[in-house]
Every structure is written in structure tokens, then in C-alpha cells.
């Protein structure tokens, strides 16, 4: 007799990104051809030299990065989370705010082991983020799926509507992924009034905010003397500082919030990665100036990837951000088919908008998401040629 099997697993799709690199077995790409891989948005480089060379003295000079530590995060890395972020926001935010996580996606993973159970709802803005959507399914968690406008924004109205006595969030993505938008300050404000209106949270994941467009601070929640009543924020150091495979989040909340990750963080991994850690402390302290090299290239790749689709025929350029851009393809196929035609005819790995909407939404089989920031303005222009020259 065949063991049980968890049904909330069960009916959790795989993973996207995995998925879809099973669609390359067995194709052999050219080099007349290569490969064009936009279908994940992690930096494929590894950390600056100066940093790689912190994480390496740390390892030999540094015996607790080899133990275990705390669980809610390395003090000092808290407080400098805290520190500027308060500068950044222009609020207050203290140490005791702050846990640090094994990645963002344990940061929100953590975040609904303290807000929802079996049964309970949270609201995604649609295409949402599928790690979100694949969590909450896990969980027995309803995602309610909130449609966005043709800028790819959530209303207020909408979210309103919503809302029932199962409610216990709203999560937002700013700058969003899939969407790539960055969603306007008085927007952020309006959610948050409403979250805090019916006592339910607001989860806001800006893992792509070194990447904002805007100068100055992309919102002003912090500054709400009572903000940690509702607000939850949650980050990445990954992008920033190339460490995606040290597993470095952090979540920003209320300490009695926090109180209650701490006994989530503890069954799952103890302690955030201690080399991770140390290494986001020095990049926090040391590449200012390098993150802001990093913004100013990402900002240029977008505006190639603006310029590129305006001249492709039939193409709509749906949202465009941080790292993505979300696209309307001109084709009769549904997108989950021609992504995978796509890899076989002009060697590009996207990700269809199948994988950010209900199965019910039909809006996501004329979509794709490409993640752009691991391909230059040559990788760029050669995507958008062998776009224009895809014929289906």
C-alpha cells in the first residue's frame, strides 16, 4: 500500500523555473545560437571581488560564522537593517524590528505562519509571484486573486471587495515581479489605510527596491508611528549583492510579530546562513557606491528592453522594471505552449503568463515574462531580433 501524500502538496504546482528547464533536455543549441535564458530573475555573476574576499576571511578568521547563531538574525546585521532603513524611509525602525531569514521566501513563508491558517485567505494582486501563490497552496491557504489594471496595478476598490471574515492579508510586490511596476507611493498608502482600516496585514515584498527607478523613499509607511500594527515588510540581499545562493532575507515587523517567526525560523533552519549573514553586513557597509553601479545598469538594460519592443510588431510591453518585463505576444497560441516552441525555433527560455495567473484567468495564455537583468544591451538586441523573427 503506496504511503499518503499530503493533498495541499499535491495540488501545489512544481516549481516554475525548474519547469521550465526541463523543456531544454535534449535540444542542443548552436553557437550561431546560443541559448538566451530570461527566465529567472537571480544574477548569474558571482559577488564583487572585495566582497567574495569578506566572505572568505570571515570563513578562516571567524569560528562562529560555523556555529549556529541566533535565530532571529546577527545583531549587528539587525541593527544595520534597521539603521538604514530608518535614513532610507525617513521612520523609525529599531533592531528588535528586524529578523533575518534564509532568502525572501522564507521571509514570507515565516510572515503566514503567523497570520494565516488552513482556510484562511490573503489576497495576491494578479500576475502575482508564484512562490506566494505555491506557499499559501501548501498551507491549505485560499489565494484570492485580486486583477490588476492595464498598467498592471491593484485597486483599492478591488482589494476592498475582497475582503472577507477569512481575510488575514494583503501582499504586495513593489517594484513587482512579475510585473516589473512600481507600484506609487500614494497607492502603497491607500492599501495600507485599507489593510489597517480592517485589521487584517499588509505584507509588502520590495526584494527589487535597490532597483526602483525613483529616487527618495518609494513610500511612506514607516513614518506611521503605529505602521508595525500592520505592516510587514520583507527583503532581499540577494539581488543587491549578488548572494543568492548564501540565503539572505529579512522581514521587517512588530517584536511581538516577530516573537512568533522566532518559533517558525527555529523548526525549519535555526539560524540564518552565518557566512551570509556577515557578508551582507560588509556589503551594507562597503558597496553603496557599487549597489548604485549595479542600479544605473539595470536602469539602462530596461530602457533597452523599452526601445527594443516598441519596434516590434504586435508585441505590448504590459509592464517594465527592476528586473522584468511583462509582455502580450501577438500569437493564436497559448503562451504556455509557445514558450516551449520558442526554446526549440529561436533559442529563448521565457516564462509564460500561465504561471502568474488562477488557471481560470485566460489573460495569462497571450502573456510572458522576461526576466532582462543577466542579459546586456547586445543579449538585448538580440532577443528582440529573434522576437521579430519568430514566426509560430
Not at 498551507?139 to 490588476?148: D, H, K, N
Request: glycine share 6%; hydrophobic share 45%; aromatic share 8%.
Amino acid at each position: 500500500m503506496t504511503t499518503p501524500f499530503n493533498p495541499n502538496m499535491i495540488a501545489t504546482t512544481p516549481p516554475p523555473v525548474m519547469e521550465a528547464r526541463r523543456w531544454l533536455e535534449g535540444i542542443a543549441f548552436t553557437d550561431d545560437m546560443p541559448l538566451i535564458n530570461v527566465s529567472q530573475a537571480a544574477p548569474v555573476d558571482p559577488p564583487p571581488p572585495a566582497l567574495r574576499q569578506a566572505i572568505a576571511d570571515a570563513a578562516l578568521n571567524d569560528d562562529t560564522t560555523h556555529l549556529y547563531g541566533p535565530v532571529l538574525g546577527l545583531p549587528d546585521l539587525r541593527a544595520e537593517v534597521a539603521s538604514q532603513w530608518s535614513d532610507a524611509y525617513g521612520g523609525t525602525i529599531a533592531p528588535d524590528n528586524v529578523a533575518i531569514t534564509s532568502g525572501c521566501n522564507q521571509a514570507f513563508a515565516a510572515t503566514l505562519a503567523t497570520l494565516a491558517a488552513p482556510g484562511d485567505e490573503v489576497i495576491l494582486p494578479t500576475p502575482w509571484y508564484f512562490n506566494h501563490k505555491m506557499w499559501l497552496d501548501m498551507g491549505g491557504i485560499t489565494a484570492v486573486a485580486l486583477q490588476t489594471d492595464r498598467e498592471l496595478l491593484p485597486t483599492v476598490a478591488g482589494a476592498e471587495a475582497l475582503i472577507t471574515e477569512r481575510t488575514r492579508a494583503i501582499a504586495l510586490v513593489t517594484p513587482n515581479n512579475p510585473g516589473g511596476v512600481e507600484y506609487p507611493a500614494d497607492l502603497v498608502r491607500a492599501f495600507f489605510n485599507l489593510a489597517q482600516a480592517y485589521g487584517i496585514a499588509l505584507i509588502i515584498d520590495e526584494t527589487y527596491r535597490d532597483f526602483d527607478s525613483r529616487s527618495g523613499a518609494p513610500h511612506d509607511l514607516f513614518t506611521t508611528p503605529d505602521w508595525s500594527e500592520t505592516l510587514i515588510q520583507l527583503y532581499s540581499f540577494s539581488k543587491a549583492y549578488r548572494l543568492t545562493g548564501h540565503r539572505v532575507g529579512a522581514m521587517v515587523a512588530s517584536p511581538d510579530r516577530l516573537a512568533q517567526v522566532e518559533k517558525f525560523l527555529d523548526t525549519v533552519a535555526i539560524c540564518p546562513n552565518q557566512l551570509g549573514q556577515h557578508a551582507a553586513l560588509w556589503g551594507m557597509r562597503n558597496l553603496g557606491q557599487w549597489v548604485a553601479g549595479e542600479r544605473d545598469e539595470i536602469l539602462d538594460r530596461r530602457a533597452a528592453i523599452e526601445t527594443g519592443f516598441a519596434r516590434l510588431p504586435g508585441w505590448k510591453l504590459l509592464g517594465c522594471g527592476a528586473y522584468f518585463a511583462y509582455v502580450q505576444h501577438p500569437f493564436e497560441m497559448a503562451s504556455d505552449a509557445l514558450c516551449k516552441q520558442m526554446v526549440r525555433d529561436i533559442a529563448v527560455l521565457a516564462l509564460p503568463g500561465t504561471m502568474f495567473m488562477p488557471k481560470h484567468d485566460t489573460a495569462g495564455q497571450r502573456q510572458l515574462r522576461i526576466a532582462f537583468a543577466n542579459i546586456d544591451r547586445a543579449g538585448i538586441a538580440t532577443l528582440i531580433d529573434r522576437l521579430a523573427s519568430f514566426a509560430p
